[in-house]
């Protein structure tokens, strides 16, 4: 198959006669311009039509499949991210790293799945098994009042390759609208926020940290 993957994965869906299929791969385009979208939509759609083909004509079991659904949109694994005062990397993710300012906490491996070959790099995180991630990588340092949240948030490419997961973008996401708040209420820059009381106000709602 034309296609630069060297994995293949299957999900099995609610239904029992039903797969989710992650074969997919679409690279080299930029996420921020919209004739790379629209190029990247149409690879994708023809790489899951090659793929229904592929299974009909050669897996055994999948010789009467059809296609149910296809995702909206393409998915976007890493574009755009703010320079936060401080961008969290790979030796923080792996050593386990402990923040006084930790707003969340991960324990889902660096999984960087490479940009223009064809596999994933693997890199297991060492000490409890979780990193955390300080609130300074939410705070842009060069535009004032702007915090981020998800993918968006400062690390570098190979930190972002775990920080992106939807478990941790939901926690920044949360830490991050919970600091936005704060600040509103207490007419505070972000910058000047008391850590401690982001940090209370997000165990009260249940965070780990
Ligand atoms: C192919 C693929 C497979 C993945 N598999 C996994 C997996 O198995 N497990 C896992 O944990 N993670 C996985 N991820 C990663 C994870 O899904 C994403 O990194 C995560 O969902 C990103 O969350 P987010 O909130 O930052 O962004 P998004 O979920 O993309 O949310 C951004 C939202 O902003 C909206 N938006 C954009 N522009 C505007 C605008 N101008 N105005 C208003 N709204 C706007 C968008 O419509 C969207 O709803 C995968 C990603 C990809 C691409």
């Known amino acids: 198959m034309p296609i630069n ?15 989710l299929i992650n074969c ?3 690279q080299g385009l930029d996420a921020t311009d919209a004739e790379d979208l629209t190029s990247a939509e149409q690879e994708g759609r023809k790489q899951v039509l090659m793929i229904a083909e592929f299974l009909q004509r050669d897996v ?3 010789e009467r499949a059809s296609i149910s ?14 320079i936060g005062h401080y961008a969290l990397t790979q030796a923080d993710v792996v050593a ?8 969340a906490r991960s324990g889902y491996p660096i999984d960087i799945h490479d940009p223009s070959g064809q596999g994933v790099v693997a890199a297991f995180i060492e000490g409890d098994g979780a990193y955390d991630i300080p609130y ?10 702007l915090l981020a949240a998800g993918r968006c948030i400062s690390t570098t490419h190979e930190a972002h390759a775990t920080t992106r997961l939807t478990p941790s973008c939901m926690a920044t996401g949360e830490a991050a609208g919970t600091a936005a708040a704060l600040t509103v209420k207490m007419k505070l820059d972000p910058v000047k926020l008391p850590i401690e009381l982001l940090q209370a106000k997000l165990r009260h709602n249940g965070a780990a940290i």
């Open 136 to 145: 300074r990588c939410l705070i842009s340092s060069n535009i004032r009042n």
């Open 24 to 26: 997919t791969r679409v």
């Open 69 to 82: 659904a296809v995702a909206p949109q393409i998915g976007i694994r890493e574009s755009r991210r703010i």
């Open 60 to 62: 055994p079991g999948f």
């Open 96 to 103: 386990g790293r402990k923040f006084d300012d930790v707003i």
């Open 5 to 19: 993957r060297d994995q293949v994965l299957f999900f099995t869906g609610p239904a029992e006669d039903e797969v």
